[in-house]
Every structure is written in C-alpha cells, then in structure tokens.
C-alpha cells in the first residue's frame, strides 16, 4: 500500500499519516508538502494507491495535484480533506473524480481512515467485476466464433449436395458474408477492445482472403488508412466491403490490361469514413449499386449507417463504388 498525503500543514500531515498506519499496516507514506515533494512523488517508478490531498495549499490548490495524480497513475484513489472547502466544493470534488470528502479537523481522522478504506473497498470491488466482465466477453466472443465457423462449415457442406447452380451459388455467398463476419469478430477478440475494431486490418485481410476464394490470382491496390470505428459502424461495413469486392470479382472481366481490384478506406476531413472498391475490367457498369440481393443488401445497411452510395464508371475503364458514412463526424 502507497499513499500520498498532500498538506502544507506539517501538523495535520502528520496527524493524517499516523491514523493511515493505523488503518493500513505497513503502508508507504510520502508527505508532499511543496512542488519539489510532488515532482520527486510523479517521478516515483511506482504510484500511489491513495492520494490525500488538501484543498488550498500555499504553492497549489488539490484539484491541480489531483489531475496531475490521476494523469500519471489513473487507477490511484482520491480523497479531498480539507477544512476551508464547503458544499460547492464537495460537489466539484466528486464530480472531478474525488472518491470521497472528509472536512479536515482532528476528530475527523477516523473518518478519514474509514472514508480510504471504503474508498479502496469500492476500487478493488469495481475492479474485480470489470476482469470478470473482460473474462466473460472474451468467452462469449470465443464461442460466438466458433459457431460463426460451425455456421461456415454447415452452409459449405449443404451447397456441395446442391445441383442446382442458382441456389448453390446463392449458398455460397451466403457463406461468404458469414464468414465475414466471423472475420470481423475475429478482430475484436484479438484486439481486446469489444467496442472498436482495426477496420483498416480487417478490410485488408477480408481484401485477400475473397482475392484467394477467387482463384484467379487477381491483383489488387490496396489504400488503407489507420483508423478505429465503433462495432456497431463497423459492422455494416463490413458487410458492404464484402458485398463490393465480391461484386466486383464476379463481374468485372479483364480487358486488355490484368483485371486489378481497388479497395481503399481514408477519412474525408470532417473525419467522415469513405470504403471505395474499384476495378478496371468490363462488366456491370450501371449507376446503380445493383439490382440483386447483394446490391439491395448494400443500400439497406448503408441506411443502417447514415451511408451514402456512390456508384460509377472510373476513369481508364471500370467501375468505382464509394460509402460515405456521413453520421461519424468525428474519428472513430
């Protein structure tokens, strides 16, 4: 256990470190009583589990030690003592993210010792439940994969019995999308953030792994910027890139030159997310995002996503489809 104490007040900075040991034996108490104290306290290799700061000290105020406290350790308990604050100040503390507040006199140091071990109480609890929580959704993740491939797996085994060409073909690109999926949550369990995902990352192995199913050894430019997107953007997205690069695998035919597929994602200024997926071959040129299953399928969740569908032909021959996701102002 490491606390700081942080009072101008040699008296009750003492008064404060004797009733932490009696609280918490064997406890490391460093007593701050000017910026030097502070500065050696930041630099320290190891931070403190408690900070008991004053309010108005002669060389700074407790909200300033507090930020630059939390900004080295994060995790690190925080408790306002003070007896010149009062109720506005209470509020401020708490809403700063003081974990308590305990008017400073001397029969309050009870208080203070219960007010820190409650404190910690409350830390160590929350944290507990979060690992556990972190434990759980890894497992649900891990599962969820496994029966995204189960699902793979199954789709696979029932088009092979299929002769019909028609309703194998559409099985097959059933599977496609359900494995694209299954890629794109494969990506936030790696990543360990349940709630973002390394799009870029995914495009680029989606990009391959469909270039692979093809067969053809099509060539493809590939313009990836870094960026992080929110699951439930990510999401539809991912499932329009499938749909594009397929798309444009299936119906682009090679001219003159190699068939080249395009796939690119950059932010547009306003930190706008932009998928573009292009080709150089011949083949379906309409202005439309087609008027199949899977061009239904891209207006339908770029609507989820506030996306705007741009479809054309490219300079050079070919086809150039755009998503702007017009809803995400900011990056993700």
């Not at 190891?46 to 300033?64: E, H, M």
Request: neutral net charge.
């Amino acid at each position: 256990m490491r606390i700081l104490i942080a009072d101008d007040d040699p008296d009750f900075r003492g008064l404060a470190s004797r009733a932490m040991r009696r609280e918490f034996e064997g406890a490391a108490i460093t007593e701050i009583g000017d910026r030097a104290g502070l500065d050696a306290a930041l630099a320290a290799p190891q931070g403190p589990d408690l900070l008991i700061s004053d309010l108005s000290l002669n060389w700074i105020d407790g909200f300033s030690i507090f930020d630059e406290v939390r900004r080295a350790w994060p995790g690190c308990v925080a408790i306002m003592f003070t007896g010149t604050g009062d109720e506005e100040v209470a509020v401020r503390a708490i809403k700063a993210g003081f974990d308590d507040y305990v008017v400073k006199s001397p029969k309050q140091l009870r208080r203070l010792a219960a007010a820190a071990r409650a404190a910690l109480t409350r830390v160590e609890t929350r944290r507990g439940l979060e690992e556990n929580r972190d434990l759980l959704t890894q497992e649900l993740y891990h599962r969820l994969h496994n029966n995204l491939q189960l699902v793979v797996g199954l789709i696979a085994f029932t088009a092979r019995s299929i002769d019909e060409p028609v309703a194998r073909r559409r099985l097959d690109d059933l599977g496609r999308r359900v494995q694209s999926l299954s890629l794109l949550q494969e990506r936030l369990y790696r990543g360990g953030d349940f709630r973002r995902v390394d799009f870029p990352a995914f495009l680029g192995q989606l990009t391959e792994d469909l270039i692979a199913l093809d067969g053809r050894g099509v060539a493809t430019r590939r313009t990836l910027e870094p960026r992080m997107l929110p699951v439930d953007i990510a999401v539809p997205l991912a499932l329009i890139a499938n749909e594009l690069i397929t798309n444009a695998l299936k119906h682009a035919v090679a001219g003159a030159e190699p068939l080249v597929i395009g796939v690119a994602f950059r932010s547009e200024a306003d930190g706008a997310p932009v998928l573009e997926v292009a080709d150089n071959g011949s083949g379906q040129q309409n202005s439309e995002a087609g008027s199949g299953l899977g061009g239904r399928l891209v207006q339908r969740l770029a609507q989820q996503i506030g996306g705007v569908v741009e479809v054309g032909s490219k300079d050079g021959g070919g086809r150039i489809c755009r998503i702007t996701v017009r809803n995400l102002a900011r990056p993700g």
